[in-house]
T-cell receptor, first 113, second 113 residues
């Protein structure tokens, strides 16, 4: 069975600094997608970034980028120039063939002004 | 339109009540999901509908009854709930059996008294 592990329950970063959130996963599949979702206090789960497993190039979306290490089954999220609006729960998620999307336990990110 | 709309946003119900949660999307997605989320926890998958047919039931108690009347709508019928069923209920949609992300609604905050 596939699993997703986020080992950092909480993290804090100074505004304008860079922070990296960790995620590891376990799967025997070769074709899958990985995602980072953000859930602010408003409750809505918002997609931050996605990575296709067959692509070696790391995905980037503005201040958000990932470090995807397929062999190590690691998928970390780097947030550059942290802003107060980045404060939220961040969930790492996995999806392969089929419709099941599996979430990690989440990392609560605090931004210090 | 990348919205998933859930109604109501908040619901308080007694243990003998019957109520329904509603979810609607117009993105042409044929996979629709119900997740349950307790405070400070990740979303837990409850049900998945694929092409309007129930494809995944994660051993959810029968007091929760899903329904997918058409490709745009998803309902969750609630009956004889327990206080421990109080949670945020999230609806999501995605393409079927494709390695793409799911889009989430804002959720219904359910309180069982």
């Amino acid at each position: 069975a596939q699993t997703v592990t986020q080992s950092q329950p909480e993290m804090s970063v100074q505004e304008a600094e860079t922070v990296t959130l960790s995620c590891t996963y376990d799967t025997s599949e070769s074709d899958y997608y990985l995602f980072w979702y953000k859930q602010p206090p408003s409750r809505q789960m918002i997609l931050v970034i996605r990575q296709e497993a067959y692509k070696q190039q790391n995905a980037t979306e503005n201040r958000f980028s990932v470090n995807f290490q397929k062999a190590a089954k690691s998928f970390s999220l780097k947030i550059s120039d942290s802003q107060l609006g980045d404060a939220a729960m961040y969930f790492c998620a996995y999806r392969s063939r089929g419709d099941k999307i599996i979430f990690g336990k989440g990392t609560r990110l605090h931004i210090l002004p | 339109d990348t919205e998933v709309t859930q109604t109501p946003k908040h619901l308080v119900m007694g243990m003998t009540n019957k109520k329904s949660l509603k979810c609607e999307q117009h993105m042409g997605h044929r996979a629709m999901y119900w997740y349950k989320q307790k405070a400070k926890k990740p979303p837990e998958l409850m049900f998945v509908y694929s092409y309007e047919k129930l494809s995944i039931n994660e051993s959810v108690p029968s007091r929760f009854s899903p329904e997918c009347p058409n490709s745009s709508l998803l309902n969750l019928h609630l009956h004889a709930l327990q206080p421990e069923d109080s949670a945020l209920y999230l609806c999501a949609s995605s393409q079927v059996d494709a390695n793409t992300e799911a889009f989430f609604g804002q959720g219904t905050r359910l309180t069982v008294v």
